[in-house]
């Protein structure tokens, strides 16, 4: 089923602040690599037969090209994103915009939460990460909105600060993950929900491996995850592998890239 992403071009992006253990704004960012890594990445959707719809940028927010944290779209239905830092808080407001003047139902959240980048949606649940940016709260106000059970879930580590950097939905019933970035309890809750999921080892996660977009068949993934690739094409699925470093540098990686609009179904 060929899947619905918006993107938003990184013609802004810089790494001029830190919120987050991966951005070194002393270390800068080569503005023009990141659009051409972007555009390998938009290319490999459209060639999977994916449509992508863009957003457009705007200055003055450089990391408004991660439009995974832009909104939590499940059954038609636009729950908005509420940042946790200042310097992105315009972002949440710009991407309800767009999907209101397209027609879309939406939601203005009340609570902090950054959108796919801690709402990860299986079939008939969606897995919700705490910890670093998004409220319990908001878990609880997804929950109600979107009249799916969420499975709250907490992370440790700070350089998995986002549930997407540390998990991703291979399909509708099972997952990737990383367990060392969870809390006992959220690691015994994943054992328990996905006893066959791929298990990743830090080498994959420190490269962002887990930030990957799967549509079931191919997995759209971090070119440096070699151990997660290897293990993904002995489970059968077709490995497109991007490389995306020069985003790395703002802490996102290909699911960063991309959110997902869910339609009503
Ligand atoms: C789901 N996405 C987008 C991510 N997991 N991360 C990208 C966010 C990077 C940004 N510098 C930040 O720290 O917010």
Same mark, same amino acid.
């Given at each position: 089923?060929?899947? /619905?992403?918006?993107?938003?071009?990184?013609?802004?992006? !810089?790494?001029?602040?830190?919120?987050?253990?991966?951005?070194?704004? +002393?270390?800068?960012?080569?503005?023009?690599?990141?659009?051409?890594?972007?555009?390998?990445?938009?290319?490999?959707?459209?060639?999977?037969?994916?449509?992508?719809?863009?957003?457009?940028?705007?200055?003055?927010?450089?990391?408004?090209?991660?439009?995974?944290?832009?909104?939590?779209? $499940?059954?038609?239905?636009?729950?908005?994103?509420?940042?946790?830092?200042?310097?992105?808080?315009?972002?949440?407001?710009?991407?309800?915009?767009?999907?209101?003047?397209?027609?879309?139902?939406?939601? +203005?959240?009340? /609570?902090?939460?950054?959108? +796919?980048?801690?709402?990860?949606?299986?079939?008939?649940?969606?897995?919700?990460?705490?910890?670093?940016? !998004? =409220?319990?709260?908001? /878990?609880?106000?997804?929950?109600?909105?979107?009249?799916?059970?969420?499975?709250?879930?907490?992370? $440790? =580590?700070?350089?998995?600060?986002?549930? =997407?950097?540390?998990?991703?939905?291979? =399909?509708? /019933?099972?997952?990737?993950?990383?367990?060392?970035?969870?809390?006992?309890?959220?690691?015994? $809750?994943?054992?328990?929900?996905?006893?066959?999921?791929? $298990?990743?080892?830090?080498?994959?996660?420190?490269?962002?491996?887990?930030?990957?977009?799967?549509?079931?068949?191919?997995?759209?993934?971090?070119?440096?995850?070699?151990?997660?690739?290897? +293990?993904?094409?002995?489970?059968?699925?077709?490995?497109?592998?991007?490389?995306?470093?020069?985003?790395?540098?703002?802490?996102?990686?290909?699911?960063?890239? !991309?959110?997902?609009?869910?339609?009503?179904?």
């Amino acid at each position: 089923m060929p899947k /619905h992403f918006l993107m938003c071009r990184p013609d802004y992006f !810089t790494v001029e602040y830190a919120i987050n253990p991966w951005m070194h704004p +002393e270390a800068g960012a080569d503005r023009e690599r990141a659009i051409r890594q972007w555009e390998g990445l938009k290319s490999a959707y459209e060639e999977l037969g994916h449509q992508v719809s863009l957003i457009d940028p705007i200055e003055g927010l450089p990391d408004m090209v991660f439009a995974a944290n832009g909104a939590l779209v $499940v059954g038609g239905r636009v729950y908005g994103a509420r940042f946790a830092y200042p310097q992105r808080a315009a972002e949440g407001p710009a991407y309800l915009r767009w999907f209101a003047e397209r027609g879309y139902p939406t939601m +203005e959240p009340s /609570h902090v939460n950054e959108g +796919e980048g801690d709402f990860l949606t299986l079939d008939e649940v969606i897995l919700a990460g705490t910890g670093f940016r !998004t =409220d319990v709260v908001a /878990h609880q106000e997804a929950q109600e909105y979107l009249g799916r059970p969420v499975v709250s879930l907490t992370l $440790v =580590d700070p350089r998995y600060y986002h549930l =997407d950097t540390a998990l991703f939905p291979l =399909d509708g /019933h099972n997952v990737a993950y990383y367990p060392e970035a969870f809390s006992p309890g959220s690691l015994a $809750v994943l054992r328990r929900m996905f006893p066959d999921a791929v $298990v990743a080892t830090a080498e994959d996660a420190a490269v962002l491996g887990l930030n990957a977009v799967s549509d079931g068949t191919n997995v759209v993934i971090n070119a440096e995850a070699t151990n997660l690739q290897l +293990e993904l094409k002995r489970r059968g699925y077709e490995v497109i592998p991007v490389d995306l470093s020069e985003l790395r540098k703002a802490g996102g990686g290909p699911k960063c890239c !991309t959110l997902e609009i869910r339609g009503e179904n």
